[in-house]
């Protein structure tokens, strides 16, 4: 079963607000993934954890915050976000952190920010 | 630095045919791993077809294959008797890493090919 799964899926924000994404995989994957994407555009990276340990932080903002409380979840903590932040935010997880492992996503977070 | 290229932004195939998507990619590393990855409009990415650049032949999954030439540095994609279903972006990515210390096994994305299939 390759299944990532993601809540919200929509989420609409003031620039104001405080909100969590929340990610969860049940294959027993030891690194998961942050990625943005804009439409019509690739998915870009933000952040890496391996074995619950954040490896990569593709300088990303210090208005999100991610957070891997154990081996199966992944949090992304927003707060006072621009609306340029406005994005599709998809969660991946792969058995290790290597060119060999195949990435599996998950449906996505569609954010809005007013 | 490692790139792919897509060069086709956008794609028709009528159903029941066969289409090639054509992804090119640019690495000076001897090892490396080359994805396919599906996204509809409703937002997730879904693993296609996997092809590692040690590998002798060619990856097929179901409809899928990969038609890897390693001299030209290509790894089109192959959809036979294509479906409505498989209207969506297509996306070919790479992982980068030499293998060693400086793996870091960031996935490398192409720019997408929107295919519609029509009935």
């Known amino acids: 079963d390759t299944e990532v799964t993601q809540t919200p899926k929509h989420l609409v924000m003031g620039m104001t607000n405080k909100k969590s994404l929340k990610c969860e995989q049940h294959?027993?994957?030891?690194?998961m993934y942050w990625y943005k994407q804009k439409a019509k555009k690739p998915p870009e990276l933000m952040f890496v954890?391996?074995?619950?340990?954040?490896?990569i932080n593709e300088s990303v903002p210090s208005r999100f915050s991610p957070e891997c409380p154990n081996s199966s979840l992944l949090n992304l903590h927003l707060h006072a976000l621009q609306p340029e932040d406005s994005a599709l935010y998809l969660c991946?997880?792969?058995?290790?952190?290597?060119?060999?492992?195949?990435?599996?996503f998950g449906p996505g977070t569609r954010l809005l920010v007013l | 630095a490692q790139k792919i290229t897509q060069t086709q932004p956008g794609m028709f195939v009528q159903e029941k045919e066969a289409v090639t998507l054509d992804c090119t990619y640019d690495t000076s590393d001897q090892s490396y791993g080359l994805f396919w990855y599906k996204q509809p409009s409703s937002g997730e990415m879904i693993f296609l077809i996997y092809q590692g650049s040690y590998d002798e032949q060619n990856a097929t999954e179901g409809r899928y294959s990969l038609n890897f030439q390693k001299a030209r540095k290509s790894a089109n994609l192959v959809i036979s008797a294509s479906q409505l279903g498989d209207s969506a972006m297509y996306f070919c990515?790479?992982?980068?890493?030499?293998?060693?210390?400086?793996?870091?096994?960031?996935?490398?994305f192409g720019q997408g090919t929107t295919l519609q299939v029509k009935p």
């Open positions: 294959m027993g994957h030891r690194a």
């Open positions: 990515a790479m992982r980068e890493g030499d293998g060693g210390s400086s793996n870091t096994g960031k996935l490398i």
């Open positions: 954890y391996s074995y619950e340990k954040l490896s």
């Open positions: 991946a997880s792969s058995q290790e952190y290597s060119r060999w492992e195949t990435q599996y």
